[in-house]
């Protein structure tokens, strides 16, 4: 298969967006990403993959902390400023103040449909990504949030549930 291929193929998968950010300011870091997932309850954890050729990566592994923050609908300026659509970059992406520091000193996202604060645990290199596990401490949610999904370029909400 070749590297066009599986990124077209990978961009009709369906992913809620997160931005995942660390530091305290004026040295706060962040981006946005779909590679997100659960680990396990036991101790609580999570798994990002995370591109080690990006600047917050280095911060991610300098901090050993970060915030996982599931977007809202209303967060889709946040998902284009993280993701380098707009000309801001460094410490001026949280000048926004829907961020707020965490119990743990992390950057949280008010209004996210979830924030988990994590403690880096360890990280495996695999290719041009670090898939980095973290070890959820603190956790906020948002009942009311409606979850921002990205599927082939576009923003996406969830529909109405379907019953089986």
């Known amino acids: 298969m070749t590297p066009q291929i599986f990124k077209q193929l990978m961009r009709l998968h369906p ?39 990006s600047y917050s990566y280095q911060q991610f592994i300098a901090n050993q902390s970060f915030s996982v923050n599931t977007l809202s609908m209303d967060h889709i300026e946040q998902a284009q400023i993280f993701s380098g659509q707009k000309d801001i970059s460094g410490d001026d992406r949280f000048t926004n103040p829907v961020w707020s520091q965490g119990s743990t000193g992390v950057p949280v996202l008010q209004g996210a449909v979830i924030s988990l604060e994590c403690r880096l645990l360890r990280q495996f290199e695999e290719s041009t990504h670090c898939l980095m596990v973290g070890e959820v401490l603190d956790g906020h949610f948002e009942a009311n949030a409606s979850p921002l999904l990205y599927r082939d370029g576009k923003w996406l909400s969830l529909s109405e549930a379907v019953e089986a």
């Open 15 to 53: 992913a809620a967006v997160n931005i995942i950010a660390t530091g305290l300011a004026p040295n706060r870091s962040g981006l946005t990403a779909t590679a997100f997932m659960s680990l396990g309850a036991e101790p609580p954890s999570i798994v990002c993959a995370v591109n080690r050729n």
